[in-house]
């Protein structure tokens, strides 16, 4: 990869200011070396020793891929501050990976001579899967959510822990939505996220299966009503009339959209307590969750309706 593509691939999420990563020149089970040219931003040559580190997480890592600076344990600085635009080597070494932190030490150079050392720099990890991979780092084109056959979508909550749930979270809702969100008891907020997530999937995935470009999962505005959820273009997103249902159950969440006022319905529940509907399909976790089966029923509209 170069480091265009470092960034062109959203691999790290900075915007131009922050871009000083200029070449990747080597990376390894234990190490990663670049090039940074020096921003003309404060902090913002640091700010790329980490971005490096990113790197050499996502070349070499298969889980808990996304990281956040956490602890600095010491810097040593032996000259003045690079100017910017002056190319500075880097070389990260990679002094321990557990279950929650990965671990570095780090070098900066320019022209040969040491200007900073890094000690104990650490990231903390945080829940993600490969899977998901293209919605994190794309999400107006990609969905958390998989398209089902019968043209409903389910998502699966692979984040269990809270600080990773925020970095979802913050991917799916608008200002608005997030107000809404926190004033919720903290019981009842994974299954309403997990059901703003599938109901969002679903439109989105209507929209790109005719024909839509881009669009951001904050493009869609979720409320609810006594009739149910219903939904609307946000931030100045033109949505045409679409009927939404959604439902969850332990792990995972469903939903099922349709242009038009139509009523469509969706339902999940375990083996045991399957719930009624014409339509009806039995799904399963992800393999890295719970062992767990569901049967979802579903009514797409009135073809449905006239039939039962």
Same mark, same amino acid.
């Given at each position: 990869?170069?480091?265009?593509?470092?960034?062109?691939? @959203?691999?790290?999420?900075?915007?131009?200011?922050?871009?000083?990563?200029?070449? $990747?020149? #080597?990376?390894?089970?234990?190490?990663?070396?670049?090039?940074?040219?020096?921003?003309?931003?404060?902090?913002?040559?640091?700010?790329?020793?980490?971005?490096?580190?990113?790197?050499?997480?996502? /070349?070499?890592?298969?889980? /808990?891929?996304?990281? %956040?600076?956490?602890?600095?344990?010491?810097?040593?600085? %032996?000259?003045?501050?690079?100017?910017?635009?002056?190319?500075?080597?880097?070389?990260?070494?990679?002094?321990?990976?557990?279950? @929650?932190?990965?671990?570095?030490?780090?070098? $900066?150079?320019? !022209?040969?001579?040491? &200007?900073?050392?890094?000690?104990? &720099?650490?990231?903390?990890?945080?829940?993600?899967?490969?899977?998901?991979?293209?919605?994190?780092? %794309?999400?107006?084109?990609?969905?958390?959510?998989?398209?089902?056959?019968?043209?409903?979508?389910?998502?699966?909550?692979?984040?269990?822990?809270?600080?990773?749930?925020? *970095?979802?979270?913050? /991917?799916? *809702?608008?200002? @608005?939505?997030?107000?809404?969100?926190?004033?919720?008891?903290?019981? !009842?907020?994974?299954? +309403?996220?997990?059901?703003?997530?599938?109901?969002?999937?679903?439109? =989105?995935?209507?929209? +790109?299966?005719?024909?839509?470009?881009?669009? %951001?999962?904050?493009?869609?505005?979720?409320?609810?009503?006594?009739?149910?959820? /219903?939904?609307?273009?946000?931030?100045?997103?033109? $949505?045409?009339?679409?009927?939404?249902?959604?439902?969850? #159950?332990?792990?995972?969440?469903?939903?099922?959209?349709?242009?038009?006022?139509?009523?469509?319905?969706?339902?999940?529940?375990?083996?045991?307590?399957?719930?009624?509907?014409? !339509? =009806?399909?039995?799904?399963? !976790?992800?393999?890295? *969750?719970?062992?767990?089966?569901?049967?979802?029923? &579903?009514?797409?509209?009135?073809?449905?309706?006239?039939?039962?």
């Amino acid at each position: 990869m170069t480091a265009r593509e470092f960034y062109q691939r @959203r691999v790290m999420f900075h915007g131009p200011a922050l871009q000083g990563i200029t070449a $990747l020149t #080597s990376v390894g089970a234990d190490h990663v070396e670049g090039v940074i040219t020096t921003p003309d931003v404060p902090g913002g040559l640091l700010d790329n020793v980490g971005q490096l580190l990113g790197y050499w997480i996502w /070349k070499t890592q298969v889980t /808990k891929r996304i990281a %956040f600076p956490v602890q600095m344990g010491r810097i040593e600085f %032996f000259g003045p501050h690079p100017a910017p635009g002056t190319p500075v080597d880097c070389v990260i070494r990679v002094v321990d990976v557990s279950d @929650r932190i990965y671990q570095v030490d780090a070098q $900066l150079t320019v !022209n040969g001579v040491v &200007w900073a050392e890094i000690g104990d &720099w650490r990231d903390r990890r945080f829940d993600s899967h490969m899977d998901l991979d293209e919605a994190w780092r %794309f999400p107006e084109r990609n969905a958390l959510s998989q398209q089902q056959s019968g043209g409903w979508v389910a998502v699966a909550e692979r984040w269990p822990d809270l600080a990773s749930r925020e *970095l979802y979270l913050s /991917k799916y *809702l608008s200002g @608005r939505e997030r107000a809404c969100y926190d004033s919720l008891p903290p019981r !009842n907020r994974r299954h +309403w996220l997990l059901g703003r997530i599938a109901v969002k999937d679903a439109v =989105r995935t209507l929209l +790109w299966d005719n024909g839509s470009g881009p669009v %951001f999962p904050a493009e869609i505005l979720v409320e609810d009503t006594a009739d149910g959820v /219903k939904v609307s273009g946000h931030n100045g997103f033109p $949505l045409p009339a679409v009927s939404v249902s959604m439902a969850h #159950s332990h792990e995972l969440g469903v939903s099922i959209a349709r242009f038009g006022h139509h009523p469509v319905s969706i339902a999940i529940g375990e083996p045991d307590s399957a719930p009624d509907g014409r !339509n =009806r399909a039995v799904i399963s !976790n992800p393999a890295d *969750l719970p062992a767990r089966q569901y049967v979802v029923a &579903w009514t797409a509209g009135p073809a449905d309706q006239e039939e039962e």
